[in-house]
């Protein structure tokens, strides 16, 4: 006869939903064989373990499992992306009720549906009909000021003003374009980039206005850039190269949305939004005439400055893993997990080339490591381990002893980790509170408990 309990079990474990259960403490109770294929997750890794030390949740999100046993509120189809310990990203809709004994919360249960791979078509559907690839979803980085420029970006899509996007060369510059143009009313429409230090001046002007049959010899009757982009946006990226002269024409076309193709004697009415961006200071390029007084005046109605991951570098964690991510699928890699001296040792570098330097650095790494499922301080490319020579593994690091004069970087770490300590003190060891009060991520507040070995 089957007792109750297997009964119960083997119910749970044949339902096409997830099942998660977590006590009063916020323990994982109950976790059937759907739920961990949804996570990715062994009920080793998930049963009688603080579901918030076992799963990653954005900043702007909360658990909705643990607000259910928190408020004691029930709440019905609410979606939810999050992260397991391996980095995946996961995208469910949750229904989930707080449990009561005798009137008294003691534990919640969440049902869950899957739509992470559904999530995933309906993106690639999208974007298949547009010459655009990018989102302000895939723009990873919850630091303020990442978020802070997304949400500027994102009021910029209500309109079809200029802008220009200043960052320094990998910045990402052009992925907020592109997302500008996807999330605004333009989004159906062509979207048109051209590197404007990539062309000739002789033949820039030809391909930004197109050319009218014998205006020289072989020339045809061909629309430019601003014709191909009608409706939709042109992206001029590096529009410090432009020649000066150029960039007269180009502030004319703008100020009158009129082109005149080369060799043609009448204009043509186009409706285009520009988007242009720069890798320097623009107030130095208008200075050292690189970029035109009034044209920087005209395409910078709207700004935005892109930081660069040297002043983000609680963004360097989701970046690395969705780099990861990325080249697990392109070479059928199974790599999970950045030990944590190899993360320390990305940490010290101050990435001049930015995001895409640390794409490259990550591609590099996964290039040169076989048959293994995470990356260590020997696997990080040989320039990069060449740069930091002094650098120790976390455990073999030892304090600095009675030392009379210290570097402000000792200091600046010493008091850190006072700091720290005493915040966490003050919220009896709780990391998501002690996170949120710091200003920081609960990732890059888990990556500072580890650097100072607390």
Known sequence: MIKRNELYEKILNELDLGIHVIDENGKTIVYNKKMMEIESMTGEEVLDKDLLEVFQFEENQRSTLVQALRRGQTSKNIKQTYFNNKGKEITTINDSYPILENGKVTGAIEITKDVTRLEQVIKENVL???????????II?????????????????RTSSSVLIVGETG?????????IHNGSSRSSAPFISQNCAAIPDSLM?????GTKKGAFTGAVDRPGLFEQAEGGTLLLDEINSLDTKLQAKLLRAIQERNIRRVGDTKDKKVDVRIIATINEDPVDAVAEQRLRKDLYYRLSVVTLFIPPLRERMEDLFSLAHSFIAKYNDLFQMNVKAIHEDAMHL???HTWPGNVRELEHTIEGTMNLITNKEAITIDSLPARLRKMYPDHQPLQNKKPVENRAARTLKEKMSETEKLYIQQTLQENNHNVSRTAKI???????????????DM
């Open 128 to 138: 298949k009909k547009k010459n655009t690839k990018f989102t302000f979803d895939q």
């Open 141 to 157: 980085g919850k630091s303020s000021l990442i978020q802070d420029v997304i949400e500027e970006a994102k009021k910029a899509t």
């Open 171 to 179: 910045t990402g510059k052009e992925l907020f374009a592109q997302s």
């Open 205 to 209: 002007e030809s391909l930004l206005f």
């Open 346 to 348: 990305l940490h010290q």
């Open 438 to 452: 710091l200003g920081i991520s609960r990732q890059s507040l888990q990556y500072r408990l580890r650097k100072y």
